[in-house]
């Protein structure tokens, strides 16, 4: 067929041979320039193949032939039944030469209704309507629409305006293009002209990009080949060897989805992260837990189950209602008692008596509990889930012999976060198809193109994926995404050391009291001290002094002058006296001063160092 305009193609359009194959041979445009369509970046460019999907009516844009004023009409535009319309209509010029107008477009006669408007003549003819199926009573705005020829014909509405009108539709044109990841969205008046070339394209594949994660809902489409178009656009989650090679150009076998469920880890004292794969085939064994705080030890309570403890830390007691705990007693928290503010943990004090004794803990009191296990059993991971709560410490005692190197065999303990329900992906590269990993897309997405090529039928050992080591900034970003019940607790400050004092003159194990010897809190500070008087120039001597060193030599006497031993600095005056009176923000602050100690340092600091 013959080039089209884009607006006069799509109006002519029979929607239902859709889709249709286009290709854009000229336009008012720049070769590789960009429109900005819809939200949706459109390069056309001559020779650019378009495959239309769908056409939506955006809008209807009503012209007046005399005024040249333009209307947008609403979709929902509908006509009023107005006078009928005679089948053939007698026109009768006017005075002014113009055809007077008929019966039923009068404004005594409002209708919203569409008719023919008469083309103007010098001698009177008869006309019908040109429109098929118009009748007597004109056609709605969907109707002519629906008979559209692909030209704008003159219309009459005397609902709109008493003169000519043009009605000029405005599509929205959804299109796929090459390597176009989404629906391409253009406006039918892009001024730019085409082509039909349906019959003759019938072999053109428009590849279409996708996203790793929309593959997880495509798991019919699996086993397939793919290329990567663009490598990870967030930053490196892994620390493993093959996450690198994830780039532009590089090819891929998509073998299918993981079934296996991961378990957030941490390494306390070194700091690593790790997540573990279900698939992990190394031992455990417990490692007893640390409770900070009466709150915590209830938290780790299990429905039905008891926790023996025993008290690290002596505790303060209550008045009568809670009496002290010493280090070394052993506790039982059976479950929790009350609601609200005064909800109490029952725990049962083992004493050396065999009743013991009953004890209402209230759930902000401090201390420091330690498990009391006696369990030397090797826990598989889903086992050691199945009986112990998360988050839980543990070591590895048999490493997995599956791995090469496991990397969890050789850390002191290990602390179980959480488990995690991810989807991931089981792939390969081309060249090593025998060696799979598996990728999490929905933290890890990059855009591939699905391509066909041959694909191992058997699906790849996944031993790599068995424990993955998270970078830093990864862990605390999948932290923050964990459900609050999942997320561990924040790590607790250090504990300040048990000699000396802290800052502000307060020994740690007693806030609040002053250190002997210093201040009280309510003193003023001191002020400064006044400044060290000149050094005394030295007299200028001639000659050598009585020990045979040029008085210019560092460290030669002046003659006349005392020993070193004996040379002292002039003494300070003395420090003002304090006032008594205390300041009125005492109470806020503590204020570093000088003490005798100190201030005898100063002197003989100045007797070694005259200066």
Known sequence: MEPLSFQEYICSLDHTTLPRILRICSGVYFQGSVYEISGNECCLSTGDLLKVMAVVLQKVICEDMETGQTTDLPLTFKGEQGCPVPAQTQWVLSSWGRPLQPPWAQPHCPTGLFQPAPAPRVYPTRRGPFLEGSGQWGLTLHQVLGQWDGRPQPLLCPAISPHTLLLHPVYEVHTAMHLRQDVVKIPSTLEVDVEDITEEAQHVHFAQPLLLSDVLGMEEALPAQAEILEGPASPTIFESPW??????????????????????????????????????????????????GVRELAASLRPGQWLHVVVTQDCEGRGDTVPPLSVGDRLQAQGLQGNGPGTRLLCHRHGEEEEGEELLLPLDLGGSFVEEMCDSKKYGLAELLARQPLPCEVRVVAPDPGLERDALGVLPALRLEARLD???????????????????????????????????????CTRCSRVEELTEAFYYRLLAQLPRGLAPPPPRPPKPGKAGAGPGGRHPSAPGAPVP???????????????????????????????????????????????????????????????????????????????????????????????
């Open 243 to 292: 996450v690198p090679r994830l780039r532009q150009g590089q090819r891929l076998q998509l073998h299918g989805c993981s079934r296996a469920w991961r378990v957030l880890a941490s390494a306390p004292r070194s700091g690593r992260h790790f997540l573990l794969s279900s698939a992990y085939q190394g031992r455990f064994r417990r490692r007893p837990r640390q409770f900070a």
């Open 422 to 460: 991810q989807p991931f992906l089981v792939g390969s590269f081309c060249e090593e198809p025998q060696e799979g990993f598996e990728i999490p897309p929905r933290w890890m997405d990059f855009s591939i193109l699905l391509s066909e090529g041959p694909i191992c039928p058997v699906v790849p």
């Open 517 to 611: 010897g210093s201040l009280p809190a309510s003193t003023c500070p001191a002020p400064p001290l006044p400044p060290l008087p000149p050094r005394p120039p030295r007299p200028a001597q001639a000659g050598t002094g009585p020990e045979g060193r040029h008085p210019s030599d560092p460290g030669a006497p002046v003659p006349g002058s005392p020993p070193a031993s004996a040379r002292l600095a002039p003494p300070l005056p003395p420090l003002p006296a304090r006032p008594s009176t205390p300041s009125h923000d005492s109470d806020e602050h503590d204020y570093e001063t000088v003490d005798d100690n100190m201030q005898k340092t100063i002197r003989k600091m100045q007797a070694i160092f005259p200066f």
